[in-house]
């Protein structure tokens, strides 16, 4: 009696994907980029102008959420019940 198991041709420790490896220096064409071309900072004074919507969370706080869309619910969230508590606070002492 005979299994597919033993069918299979043997290899000494190596897996196939193992011969298969290319070159590391190896880019495809189409990821071919031309720095003679490239300008440094071509963005730079735009950033500090327009400013920039990049927000840099703590280590802490970043393990609490798992992607940018969380982070956006947790604020709005937060937003919200500011907003709501603020129209409370303000009806209640008189002030407006």
Do not use: I, Q
């Amino acid at each position: 009696m005979s299994s597919a198991r033993d069918l299979r041709p043997r290899m000494r420790g190596k897996d196939m994907k193992d011969r298969r490896k290319k070159k590391s220096d190896e880019v495809r064409p189409e990821y071919d980029f031309d720095y003679s071309r490239a300008v440094r900072g071509k963005y730079y004074k735009r950033l500090l102008e327009e400013g920039s919507n990049v927000v840099v969370l703590d280590p802490d706080v970043s393990k609490a959420f798992h992607d940018s869309a969380s982070v956006n619910e947790a604020l709005r969230s937060l937003l919200d019940r500011t907003r709501s508590t603020h129209r409370l606070t303000r009806r209640s002492s008189g002030r407006s």
